[in-house]
């Protein structure tokens, strides 16, 4: 049998649902997901391994403009995660109206040498009347391969994207082993669930400004152990993360330890605290170690 792999970076706006359809497409999460922009901070790696093909999907932030250091960080590592890729896809979302900056944009990548397909995600929220002339809208743009209209969260129509998706796998190199989902750490794993569970929690300016770091993973025999602190960059927004009498971090915590037991695949004991750290998002010096370095790109 001959083996085919390569790389498909996965781009578009925030909220479009990058992070939804590679974890749909591989049938485990290793991305993610909430109801709020800018949830995906970094380039990850989403691997999907078949009989005959490894198919490396490059997650990326949603492509927006921002001020601070991280949101800096954030736009490079987008543009990393499209270099030297076998394909890329673009998601739009179906269920609103394409914004001429979106379409710009979709052009502007497909004039480089990768092919491009457009992927139009959450067409289980619109009608056919309503997505019809918004798909003519992709009709003048040039050189783009193909378009899929797809709901990567109920997975629909996903099988002749990933059809297609294999037809433009021509390496053949096992680029990771056959039981690897992604490239990232089961502490970078633990450090976003934990940001996972504050984005679905709390209101929107809060987990905006959190970073996680994890300070001890440890196995012992029956369960890891699990440090982490979360640092957030004003007292009002420890305050609400620590909830009164505690009760907000105590569902965080337990919510993220049963996602984290869940890839980890054994009992774990998660202990959190919270620190004010004011305006770390732009401070590059201290970056490393909120999870992520201009170095890594
Ligand atoms: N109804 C519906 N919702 C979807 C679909 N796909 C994703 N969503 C929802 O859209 C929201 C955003 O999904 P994400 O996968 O986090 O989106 P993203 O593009 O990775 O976002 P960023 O990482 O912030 O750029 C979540 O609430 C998802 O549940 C879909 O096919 N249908
Ligand atoms: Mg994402």
Redesign the pocket.
């Known amino acids: 049998m001959e083996f085919h792999s390569g790389f498909v970076a996965v781009v578009?706006k925030?909220?479009?649902?990058?992070?939804?359809l590679i974890n749909s497409i591989i049938g485990k999460k290793v991305s993610i997901?909430?109801?709020k922009?800018?949830?995906?901070r970094n380039k990850i790696f989403g691997i999907w391994n078949t009989e005959d093909t490894q198919v490396v999907f490059v997650d990326t932030?949603?492509i927006h403009k921002g001020p601070t250091v991280l949101d800096k960080y954030m736009q490079k590592s987008v543009e990393s995660a499209t270099q030297d890729v076998n394909l890329l896809l673009y998601?739009l979302d179906g269920s609103k109206p394409f914004q001429k900056n979106e379409l710009n944009l979709l052009s502007e990548y497909c004039s480089h040498s990768y092919p491009v397909f457009a992927v139009v995600?959450?067409v289980?929220?619109t009608n056919y009347e309503k997505l019809f002339p918004e798909l003519n809208k992709l009709n003048s743009i040039e050189k783009l391969k193909d378009v899929f209209c797809i709901?990567?969260?109920?997975s629909k129509n996903l099988e002749p994207l990933k059809e297609n998706i294999k037809k433009y796998m021509t390496d053949n190199i096992e680029y990771f082993s056959k039981d690897e989902i992604t490239d990232k750490s089961f502490g970078f794993m633990a450090a976003e669930a934990i940001r996972e569970k504050m984005l679905w929690l709390l209101s929107d300016e809060v987990p905006h400004g959190v970073g996680i770091i994890i300070d001890e993973m440890q196995d012992f025999e029956n369960y890891t152990q699990i440090s982490a602190t979360i640092f957030c960059e004003k007292d009002g927004h420890k305050n609400i993360i620590v909830g009164a009498q505690g009760k907000m971090l105590k569902e965080i915590g337990k919510s993220s330890r049963l996602a984290i037991e869940k890839f980890l695949g054994r009992k774990v004991n998660l202990s959190l605290w919270v620190k004010v750290k004011p305006d770390w998002r732009n401070r590059e010096g201290i970056l490393g170690n909120i999870g992520y370095s201009f170095d890594d790109l």
């Open positions: 578009g925030p909220n479009v649902g990058k992070s939804t997901v909430s109801p922009p800018q949830t995906t932030p949603g998601v995600n959450k289980d929220l709901s990567a969260l109920n």
